[in-house]
C-alpha cells in the first residue's frame, strides 16, 4: 500500500488531555485508572474517566450535539493544535478532498440512558428536547466532526466494537488510495455509560482492581474512556526522513465466538500477517508491538499465541490498558496515537499494574519503559465477534 503522513495527532484520556499529559504519564509510567464513581454506577470495579468532560461546553451553533460522547471529542479537538491543522489541510486539498472516518462502540447512549430516566410517568413517553440522531445515533460524532472542523468530504462511523477506531486508518487509506479523498480526519471516541459498565460486568469480565494485563492473576479489563485523532494525508514528495507514517493495515474476522476470540488466535495473527504484507515488511522489522492487551484470560492466551507465532519472542511487547483502561472503540484509535509517540520519542512503554507475567505466555512482555531507537510499531485491536485489526506506523526513512 501507499504509505501515508500523520500530519496530526492528539488524544484525550484517562491518563492526561493532549499529547504532553500523555506522554508525560507514558514516561513516569503513570495510571489515570481510580475506583469508579461514574454517575450512579454501583459496581465494584476501576474505571478511566476523563476530568472535565461535563464541564465541556460546544460550540454555540453545534449545542444540538450536546451529550457525553461529543462533549469528549470537542475537549480532545481542543488539543495540540489539531483543528489549525486541518484547517491547513483543507487549504491544501479544499473541505471537499477531506474525509472523516471515526469508531464508537455507544456513541452517547448516556443521553439515551438519561432520557429514559426521565420519561413522563403518565404514558412513559421520552423527554421532548431528547435528540436521538444528533446525540446517541452512531454517526452523531462523525456528524458533530464535520460541522467542527467545515469539512464535506465522506463521512463514516465504524461499530466494530474494540477495533472500531483501528479500522477507521484502513478505510481511510482504501479511499485515499481509490482516488476518492486526498486527506481523512481519522479516529475515535468513546465515553463511559451505563450500559458498558453494567453489560461487561455483567458477561463477568470487569476487574475489581486495576486491569492486569498478561499477569498470571489477570481477571478482567478496566472500562476507559477517550478521544482520539489523526490527520492522514497523502506524501508530499519530500518527505522528513523523521515524518511518521501509516505504513500497512491488515484486517481479519475470525467469527468464532460472540464475545471471545479464536483460542488460537488464527483471526489476530490474520491481521497481523496482513499489515506486515501491506507494509512489505518482515517481522523482524517491528521494533515494538503495543498489543491489545486487555487482561482477560482468553484474550491475552490468544493474542500471546498469535504474536509468538509471527514474531517469536524476542519482539518486545506491551499493553498500555494499565494505564488508560479498555478504550473500547475509541482503544484503537488512542493506541495508534501512544504508538506515534513511541516512535517520535524512542519510548517503549512498559505494562502498568502487570507485577508476574503468566509463565504460561511467551512473548516478551515489557513492565518497564525502555527506550530504544523505535522505527515501527505494530498496533493491535481486536473487537467481540473476532473483528480483528492491525496497523503498523513508522518513519518515512
Not at 498470571?216 to 492522514?232: C, K, M, T
Not at 511467551?362 to 465477534?385: H, I, M, P, T, W
Request: glycine residues 10%.
Amino acid at each position: 500500500m501507499i504509505p501515508l503522513r500523520l500530519t496530526s495527532f492528539t488524544a484525550t484520556s484517562a491518563v492526561g488531555r493532549g499529547l504532553g499529559e500523555t506522554l508525560d504519564a507514558l514516561q513516569e509510567q503513570r495510571s489515570g485508572l481510580a475506583p469508579c464513581s461514574f454517575e450512579t454506577v454501583e459496581i465494584q470495579t476501576h474505571v478511566g474517566e476523563v476530568p472535565g468532560v461535563d464541564a465541556t461546553a460546544l460550540p454555540e451553533d453545534l449545542r444540538s450535539f450536546n451529550c457525553r460522547n461529543n462533549r469528549l471529542a470537542q475537549l480532545a479537538l481542543l488539543q495540540d493544535g489539531f483543528i489549525d491543522q486541518v484547517a491547513a489541510s483543507a487549504e491544501r486539498w479544499g473541505p471537499k478532498r477531506i474525509g472523516v472516518f471515526l469508531g464508537t462502540s455507544t456513541s452517547g447512549i448516556l443521553e439515551t440512558e438519561l432520557a429514559y430516566r426521565a420519561r413522563d410517568p403518565a404514558n412513559g413517553a421520552l423527554p421532548r428536547d431528547f435528540n436521538y440522531a444528533a446525540t446517541h445515533n452512531s454517526f452523531s460524532v462523525a456528524d458533530f466532526i464535520l460541522s467542527a472542523l467545515h469539512l464535506e468530504g465522506p463521512a463514516a462511523v465504524m461499530c466494530t466494537a474494540c477495533s472500531s477506531s483501528a479500522k477507521v486508518f484502513a478505510s481511510a487509506q482504501r479511499m485515499i488510495s481509490a482516488g476518492m479523498i486526498d486527506a481523512a480526519v481519522v479516529g475515535g471516541v468513546d465515553s463511559l455509560c451505563l450500559t458498558t459498565l453494567y453489560g461487561f460486568h455483567s458477561l463477568q469480565l470487569t476487574s475489581r482492581v486495576p486491569c492486569r494485563p498478561f499477569d498470571v492473576a489477570r481477571d478482567g479489563i478496566s472500562i476507559g474512556e477517550a478521544a482520539a485523532f489523526a490527520l492522514l494525508e497523502r506524501p508530499p514528495a519530500q518527505l522528513d526522513s523523521d515524518t511518521i507514517m501509516l505504513l500497512g493495515t491488515g484486517e481479519s474476522s475470525d467469527a468464532y465466538h460472540m464475545s471471545s476470540p479464536h483460542p488460537e488466535g488464527r483471526g489476530a495473527r490474520a491481521s497481523i500477517q496482513q499489515a506486515l504484507l501491506a507494509a512489505e515488511l518482515a517481522p523482524g522489522d517491528i521494533d515494538y508491538v503495543n498489543l491489545h492487551g486487555t487482561a482477560t484470560v482468553s484474550n491475552d492466551s490468544a493474542e500471546d499465541l498469535a504474536v509468538t507465532s509471527v514474531f517469536g519472542t524476542r519482539t518486545a511487547c506491551s499493553s498500555t490498558k494499565g494505564a488508560t483502561g479498555h478504550a473500547l472503540g475509541a482503544a484503537g484509535a488512542l493506541e495508534a496515537v501512544i504508538c506515534a509517540l513511541a516512535i517520535q520519542e524512542g519510548l517503549m512503554p512498559g505494562g502498568l499494574r502487570t507485577t508476574e507475567v503468566d509463565p504460561k505466555l511467551k512473548l516478551r512482555y515489557l513492565r518497564e519503559n525502555q527506550r530504544a531507537d523505535v522505527r515501527r510499531v505494530l498496533s493491535n485491536s481486536f473487537g467481540f465477534g473476532g473483528a480483528n485489526c492491525s496497523l503498523i506506523f513508522g518513519r518515512a526513512g
